[in-house]
């Protein structure tokens, strides 16, 4: 069954949804059949990931202070004596 | 999550539960709190705050289901009520009319930034981490919670108690917020 192809304001609404795997797999498909006509869509799709992509790799995680658990836990025994 | 069921839990049904299901997010929690607050001390009471309301209302905690999305609702409500309340600089916006500005349907349009894939490659973390940084708590806290720690829409909508349209449309203007900042910068180094 072949659908209408999406308008490109259709594309741009669900750009982040598709990039945030909020679609269903025939939505996708449809998405990617749009991103081959259309340049503006697939330059934006593409810097969107390099963004998130950018996000995932450079934001470190910071290590948790070491005394963090052993605080929590000793204060939880506290209040679980009560 | 009913929210509302009570479940009777044993002290080593609490203890263990705790130790087994809570305890091992404490570097995603904190991690979290870090990025609210931007300042270590802060981040550890935020947490160790979050532990302790997580401990005391173990019973509306319906064994089986997301920890994780649990204990960060936990951990984002105290941020707001307690920290936020405290916190010397107050909001420089309104809110609601950041939100009401924001909702409105202009939102899903793209902004054309003249970012390049390359450009973006070529910025080092500490580029990206203060441009999400410097963005306003709330959409910082989105992009946060869907890019970093990977929640779906559904989740988030639990987590900040708002509408999955408006998890959505708040996600949008994040990153065409953080697009705007990231452009700025490349400009400004000279990369553009």
Same mark, same amino acid.
């Given at each position: 069954?072949?659908?209408?192809?999406?308008?490109?304001?259709?594309?741009?609404?669900?750009?982040?949804?598709?990039?945030?795997?909020?679609?269903?797999?025939?939505?996708?498909?449809?998405?990617?059949?749009?991103?081959?006509?259309?340049?503006?869509?697939?330059?934006?799709?593409?810097?969107?990931?390099?963004?998130?992509?950018?996000?995932?790799?450079?934001?470190?995680?910071?290590?948790?202070?070491?005394?963090?658990?052993?605080?929590?836990? /000793?204060?939880?025994?506290?209040? /679980?004596?009560? | 999550?009913? /929210?509302?069921?009570?479940?009777?839990?044993?002290?080593?049904?609490?203890?263990?539960?705790?130790?087994?299901?809570?305890?091992?997010?404490?570097?995603?929690?904190?991690?979290?709190?870090?990025?609210?607050?931007?300042?270590?001390?802060?981040?550890?009471?935020?947490?160790?705050?979050?532990?302790?309301?997580?401990?005391?209302?173990?019973?509306?905690?319906?064994?089986?289901?997301?920890?994780?999305?649990?204990?960060?609702?936990?951990?984002?409500?105290?941020?707001?009520?307690?920290?936020?309340?405290?916190?010397?600089?107050?909001?420089?916006?309104?809110?609601?009319?950041?939100?009401?500005?924001?909702?409105?349907?202009?939102?899903?349009?793209?902004?054309?930034?003249?970012?390049?894939?390359?450009?973006?490659?070529?910025?080092?973390?500490?580029?990206?981490?203060?441009?999400?940084?410097?963005?306003?708590?709330?959409?910082?806290?989105?992009?946060?919670?869907?890019?970093?720690?990977?929640?779906?829409?559904?989740?988030?909508?639990?987590?900040?108690?708002?509408?999955?349209?408006?998890?959505?449309?708040?996600?949008?203007?994040?990153?065409?917020?953080?697009?705007?900042?990231?452009?700025?910068?490349?400009?400004?180094?000279?990369?553009?």
């Amino acid at each position: 069954m072949k659908q209408d192809a999406l308008s490109h304001d259709d594309c741009v609404k669900m750009l982040y949804q598709v990039i945030d795997n909020e679609v269903c797999p025939e939505e996708k498909e449809r998405f990617h059949e749009h991103l081959k006509m259309c340049m503006p869509c697939f330059k934006e799709y593409n810097l969107e990931k390099a963004i998130r992509n950018m996000i995932r790799s450079k934001c470190k995680k910071r290590e948790v202070p070491n005394d963090l658990v052993s605080s929590i836990k /000793g204060k939880i025994s506290n209040s /679980g004596a009560v | 999550m009913s /929210g509302e069921e009570k479940h009777k839990y044993t002290q080593e049904e609490k203890e263990s539960v705790f130790e087994s299901e809570f305890l091992p997010l404490v570097d995603s929690l904190y991690n979290f709190a870090y990025r609210l607050t931007l300042n270590e001390d802060d981040a550890k009471d935020l947490v160790q705050d979050t532990y302790m309301k997580a401990f005391r209302f173990i019973e509306s905690f319906e064994k089986g289901t997301n920890a994780k999305a649990w204990l960060f609702r936990i951990l984002k409500n105290s941020f707001i009520n307690e920290f936020r309340k405290k916190s010397k600089e107050p909001s420089k916006v309104d809110y609601h009319e950041v939100e009401a500005f924001y909702n409105s349907d202009d939102v899903d349009e793209a902004i054309t930034t003249d970012l390049r894939v390359e450009t973006v490659q070529d910025m080092i973390g500490d580029e990206i981490s203060n441009a999400l940084n410097g963005l306003d708590v709330d959409f910082r806290t989105v992009i946060i919670l869907c890019d970093l720690e990977g929640f779906k829409y559904d989740e988030m909508a639990k987590i900040l108690n708002i509408p999955i349209g408006t998890v959505r449309s708040r996600l949008h203007r994040a990153r065409n917020l953080l697009k705007e900042k990231l452009s700025r910068y490349a400009k400004k180094m000279g990369y553009l």
